[in-house]
Nanobody, 121 residues
Framework: QVQLVESGGGLVQAGGSLRLSCAGS????????MGWSRQAPGKAREFVAA????????HYLDSVKGRFTISTDNGKNTVYLQMNSLKPEDTAVYYC??????????????WGRGTQVTVSS
């Protein structure tokens, strides 16, 4: 079992920045890659970013490349998502996610409860 708890969402104007944090726990967490997904109103949940346990490998959704940065404090099972140059189309519920290390990029199969990010134009 993996438990994921997000924090850091909020309301920001277009062009602004937000930083999301996720604390992971659970005895099987070492077998998972962590990352982020998001779901906008009326749309399916989509992959945003993932990071390897060491932080040496990352993978991003094309539309966020160059604007979002995922990082990890592996010793604390924590991942972060720094979001810069935010756009209204980034508005969504952002979920911390985890997926088995058997594939890269990971196929997430566990999610936190989510945190709302709203970008106003």
């Amino acid at each position: 079992q993996v438990q994921l708890v997000e924090s850091g969402g909020g309301l920001v104007q277009a062009g602004g920045s937000l930083r999301l944090s996720c604390a992971g726990s659970g005895r099987t967490l070492s077998g998972y890659y962590m990352g982020w997904s998001r779901q906008a109103p009326g749309k399916a949940r989509e992959f945003v970013a993932a990071i390897s346990r060491s932080g040496s490998s990352t993978h991003y959704l094309d539309s966020v490349k160059g604007r979002f940065t995922i990082s990890t404090d592996n010793g604390k099972n924590t991942v972060y998502l720094q979001m810069n140059s935010l756009k209204p189309e980034d508005t969504a519920v952002y979920y911390c996610a985890a997926g088995p290390r058997s594939t890269w990029p990971p196929r997430f199969d566990s999610w936190g409860r989510g945190t709302q990010v709203t970008v106003s134009s």
